[in-house]
């Protein structure tokens, strides 16, 4: 199976890095200087430097994490401002890029929301172990805590306007997906 380069707020970035004061988000280099252009820069999370992209698009900044930052711990709760929804961008390695908004299961969205974490998934199934020790680290994005995604229920995710959807064969919930940096170019395990 081919497994194109994922990205979730992450991306490959060739534009130059512009300065950014010292801002540890997206969010507040747009409200600090009343909408900055789209581009790289650089914020800062515990005093270390995270290479991000940002994306100002009409009331809404993006913030896609550059893989070349995959050594710095992420804050991640800095880097979002709603959880009901997240971009995921996926980059082949021909270069070609394309996005899409993915959210909760339109039955799940009045009682819960999305979970992003930077190797943590607390609440959730998580990632299998092998992967997390050769590609390591990861972005995790939680649809369904463990708490809704038992029993054998539906679970999926939400794209397009289009709920993707699966059964819970044995219980154990399945309803995130993790991004890896994957420093190492490790393949899966099963």
């Known amino acids: 199976m081919c497994i194109p380069l994922l990205l979730v707020i992450i ?20 409200q600090a200087n009343n909408r900055y252009q789209s581009g ?38 800095k880097l979002y401002s709603t959880r009901k929804f997240a971009k995921t961008r996926i980059r082949w390695s021909s270069g070609t890029q394309k996005e899409v908004t993915v959210e909760n299961l339109l039955s799940y969205q009045s009682s819960t929301t999305l979970y992003f974490g930077y190797n943590s998934y607390s609440n959730y199934q998580g990632p299998e172990l092998t ?10 994005l939680g649809f369904l805590p463990m708490s809704l995604a038992t029993n054998y229920n539906t679970q999926g995710y939400r794209t397009a306007g289009v709920d993707y959807t699966f059964k819970n064969c044995d219980t154990i919930p399945s309803s995130y997906i993790t991004f890896y940096y994957n420093p190492n170019n490790a393949h899966p395990g099963k």
Do not use: L
């Not at 992967?131 to 995790?140: A, E, G, H, K, Q």
């Open 40 to 77: 790289e820069y650089t914020v800062y999370h515990n005093d270390k430097s995270i290479r991000v992209y940002c994306s100002f698009e009409e009331s809404w900044g993006y913030t896609y994490i550059s893989k070349a930052s995959y050594g710095t711990a992420v804050n991640m709760s």
């Open 11 to 30: 991306c490959m970035m060739s534009a130059i890095i512009q300065y950014s004061e010292g801002y540890s988000s997206c969010q507040e280099i747009y």
């Open 131 to 140: 992967n997390v020790n050769i590609m390591s680290p990861y972005i995790f």
